[in-house]
Nanobody, 116 residues
């Protein structure tokens, strides 16, 4: 069983930046991704990346967020720039699957709060 541990969340003012990290306890052969859930809303895809580096982004974060991955370290990152209050959510790391089939492994989440 692979464990995913997120870090890097916190409180930031609108327009600011944060970088999230997610470390896997073992090798993730296929895609890894970030999802988020805001209060009262459904979970949504933020970004995903294959082992080869192909990426997908949710429409609301395109051009502001960048996902990257270090396969040697079994770690995925999410650089978040130009943050908006509507980006406030719990961000979850996922791995061991695809955005189509779903992910097997999930982290516990890290809170990101953007103040206006």
């Amino acid at each position: 069983q692979v464990q995913l541990v997120e870090s890097g969340g916190g409180l930031v003012q609108a327009g600011g930046s944060l970088r999230l990290s997610c470390a896997a306890s073992g090798n993730i052969r296929n895609a890894m991704g970030w999802y988020r859930r805001a209060p009262g809303k459904q979970r949504e895809l933020v970004a995903a990346i294959t082992r080869g580096g192909s990426t997908n982004y949710g429409d609301s974060v395109k051009g502001r967020f960048t996902i990257s991955r270090d396969n040697a370290k079994n770690t995925v990152y999410l650089q978040m720039n130009s943050l908006k209050p509507e980006d406030t959510a719990v961000y979850y790391c996922a791995g061991g699957g695809t955005i189509v089939t779903g992910f097997l492994y999930w982290g516990r989440g890290t809170q990101v709060t953007v103040s206006s």
